[in-house]
Structure formats: C-alpha cells, structure tokens
C-alpha cells in the first residue's frame, strides 16, 4: 500500500492540530456523483472475520470496519489478469446498484524503491496494464483513485524521470476517461502536511489534471479532514489561477479520526477510522469521502505492506464512534437501482414518506440479494417498524437446504440448524415510528423464496 509519507519527502513538514470527525452540515449530497459505494464481500477483513468468528475483536472490526464500503486496490501487476479481476469487481457492484471505487497503483518506481515498492517493470508495459483495466471498467459510474504517491513524493526521480512520469499520468487518465466515459478519475493530491498546496497544484497541472475529474488527497495518512477540505480548496484556487477549473477534491477519511503525526499506522495505537465513507458530503467542491487505504491493513513498517492485521483494526474501530444512524448514501441516480444496500451505514432514520401501519411494536422485514456468484451470494434485509421498536428487534427465517450464512454486518446471528435469527446491534435497534434499518450477510447457497419473521420485544 502507500505509504503517503511525511518523512524524507518532507523534512520540512509541519506539526498539525490533533484530528477530529467532521460533521456535515450541508443538506444537498454536492459534489458530481450520486448513489450508494460498493462494499465488497471479499475483502481481506471479510476474509479474516469469515475465520475468526469467535475472536473477542471480532464484533468491532465487524461493525465499524467490515460493514463499511473501501476502495479495491490494483496494486499487483500482472497485465494478463488485470482485466478480469477488474470486470468482476465492477459487474458485481453494477448488478448491486452500486458504484465501484478502485485504487490504481502499479507505475514504475512506485514509492520510489520504500515498503511499498514494485509496479511496472517500464511506463510501455504500465500503458497496457492500464489499457486492460480500461476496456473492463463497463459504462456506469466508477470511481479511480489513480497513482498514490505518484505525484507528491518524486524524490528519487530526475527531472526526465519526472516528465515521462508526468506524461504516462496524462495518458493512463485519458485511457481511462476514453473506456469509460462515466468513470470518475482523480489524481494523487498528497496531504495537507506535506507539499505546499501551490506546488502541489502545479504539479497535478503537469501529470495532465485537466484531463481528470479532480484530484484525491491523505491517501494512507491521518491528517484530520478539517485540514484536508482546507488544503483541498487552496489547491482548487491555485488550479483555477492556472487556467485549470472545475476539479474536485476526493478524502480519505480511513484513519484520520484521531491523532495525526508520523505517516505510519503499524506502532501507532493513537489513531481512528474517521468520517464513515459517503459520497454525500455537502460540499461543492468535495466528491466523496472514501476509505481509500482500508482500515487495518498495514504502512509496511512492522508488518507487510497491505496485509491485513486485526490488532491495526481494532485499534482504529475500538475507540470510534458507531456508523451513523443517518444514511451517508446520496439518493441513487435515475439509472442506478436502488440505493440501500449492506454498503449503506445502518439507518434508523423515517422514511421519506410513511409505510403502511403495522401492529403497536410490530415490524416487517424484506430480504434482497443483492449480488450473487457461483456457490453464494450477497443479502441484504431491511427492517421496517411500525409503532417504533423502542425494545429493539429480531428477523427470523429458514435457509434453503444446503446454505449457511458466514458472516453479518449491523446485526448479531444466532442459528440453530436451518433457522437463522439476526437482532438488532446497540445502535440500530430503536427505530421510530415507521422508520427502517438495514442489515447485510453473506451465505453460500441459493437464496430461496424464505419467509422472514419480524418481532419487537
């Protein structure tokens, strides 16, 4: 992963102000794009939580991280494979609704030779590396944080090295645009603690920004979101005085909800994941707050760079606030299907308009899947209260032969043979009077035609 580092890049570096999570008080969603992001059911933390269930760590990293959409990154390079793993990433997230977000790391000399070093063997092969994740990026929105580091730590590059980097940076942008003309591309901004925002911006000028959609910045770092949407503006100014408007800021927000400081997380217990990720951020110049580097995955300072380390997770997920009871999803565009999905925070928020009456106490619950592959497939149920369920609440139903559930987000399983029951976790269980949550699975097996169970104690 990258490391994003504020260390021989930046000696001069400065000291910022401990971080806080920020509040959004805008009410419109802002920024270009619209829709719920892709979580992904194989991820590196699905993969642990799927086999360490029982781990005392387990149901934090399950609700605070795991229940959370983060990007997927392409940082392997093998230009035969690329392309499929692509396609599938993305076909899964377009049959879902929902809108993939993918980080592009493979350029040659990445991280300049550091803990997170490989890439292309030459910038020839990377254009074909890029043009095969290009012709797989289908025709639906699709989020590329291309190149991190790729612009802010150029140290160990001579100044032709420089300008080749800048013109493979153009053409691997226009490659993208041209095989999906609906992809949201965005170029490595740094941080806040690192270059000035003048400088940053002259050199996003000169990989080819007109080209992208805006530009991506505290990939991997911790710097607070206060100081990035700051920096991200002085940036935007700096790019308009050159001629350049029109570009937007993306933030990852993965691990900046505590303290801020040295660029890696392995040895550092000080830190949280920040802003739950959302594409509505209610700033016009601000197009998503993404988990660009996924929490407890490693910096490559005591583990290997992108392994995942549940010690890291529960650090960061131990301390931190629950996902929030609002949904930080903006309403799905007229193309897109349906916006509520396991990506989703849990919402225990009314509905736009009232359901039809249930029962004093009682609640209802319907079941989608909302992606599905060979052996399995991805649920999700959402919960609808009548009166309210002030006491919480419980779904039951019966798995088709053969099927068993692995793992569950903003609920709590319990099975007993074929019959599964899912209830409420602390924070979503007291809906309102025709309010309405949502939880997540993933199950091997068929999903049948169940019928689900809903009671209110």
């Not at 006491?391 to 099975?415: C, E, F, M, Y």
Request: hydrophobic share 35%; glycine share 12%.
């Amino acid at each position: 992963m990258a490391r994003s580092r504020v260390a021989a890049a930046a000696a001069a570096c400065t000291t910022v102000a401990a971080a806080g999570v920020l509040i959004v008080t805008g009410t419109a969603s802002a920024g270009t794009i619209s829709g719920t992001l892709y979580r992904d059911p194989n991820t590196a933390v699905a993969r642990w939580l799927a086999s360490n269930s029982g781990d005392s760590r387990a149901a934090v990293i399950r609700d605070k991280i795991a229940s959370q959409p983060a990007t997927r990154w392409l940082s392997n390079f093998n230009i035969s494979t690329v392309g499929a793993e692509v396609a599938g990433y993305v076909s899964a997230a377009n049959a879902a609704g929902q809108i993939p977000a993918l980080t592009v790391y493979g350029i040659t000399n990445r991280d300049c030779g550091g803990a997170s070093s490989g890439g292309a063997p030459d910038l020839t092969q990377y254009q074909t590396w890029i043009g095969n994740i290009a012709r797989n990026l289908g025709g639906q929105t699709v989020v590329l944080n291309l190149e991190p580091d790729s612009i802010a730590l150029l140290t160990c590059l001579s100044s032709t090295e420089i300008a080749a980097r800048n013109q493979a940076l153009r053409t691997a942008t226009q490659t993208l645009k041209a095989g999906n003309p609906n992809a949201k591309v965005y170029l490595d901004g740094g941080h806040s603690a690192w270059n000035s925002a003048g400088d940053q911006a002259s050199r996003l000028v000169a990989a080819g920004i007109a080209s992208a959609d805006g530009f991506y910045t505290n990939a991997s770092n911790f710097q607070p979101t206060s100081a990035e949407s700051a920096y991200g503006r002085s940036i935007i100014s700096s790019l308009n005085g050159q001629g350049v408007s029109g570009k937007r800021q993306v933030i990852d927000t993965s691990r900046n909800g505590g303290a801020s400081g040295d660029w890696c997380g392995d040895d550092n217990t000080d830190r949280r994941i920040g802003q739950y990720p959302t594409v509505n951020t209610g700033d016009a110049s601000i197009d998503g707050y993404l988990w660009i580097k996924p929490p407890g995955e490693a910096d490559g300072c005591r583990y290997a760079a992108g392994s995942f380390q549940p010690d890291l997770a529960y650090s960061l997920a131990s301390t931190a606030p629950n996902p929030p009871s609002s949904p930080t999803s903006s309403p799905s565009s007229p193309s897109s299907s349906p916006s509520s999905s396991p990506s989703s925070s849990p919402s225990a928020s009314s509905s736009p308009s009232p359901s039809p009456s249930l029962p004093t106490g009682a609640c209802g619950a319907t079941l989608r899947a909302v992606s599905t592959w060979n052996g399995g497939y991805q649920g999700e149920v959402k919960v609808q209260a009548g009166n309210g369920t002030p006491n919480g609440w419980t779904v039951s139903w019966t798995l088709p032969a053969g099927s068993t559930i692995s793992q569950v987000w903003n609920g709590t399983l319990t099975s007993s043979g074929s019959t599964v029951s899912v209830r409420n976790v602390s924070w979503n269980g007291n809906l309102p009077a025709d309010g309405s949550t949502t939880f997540g699975f993933i199950a091997t097996g068929t999903t049948g035609t169940p019928t689900l169970t809903c009671t209110s104690p």
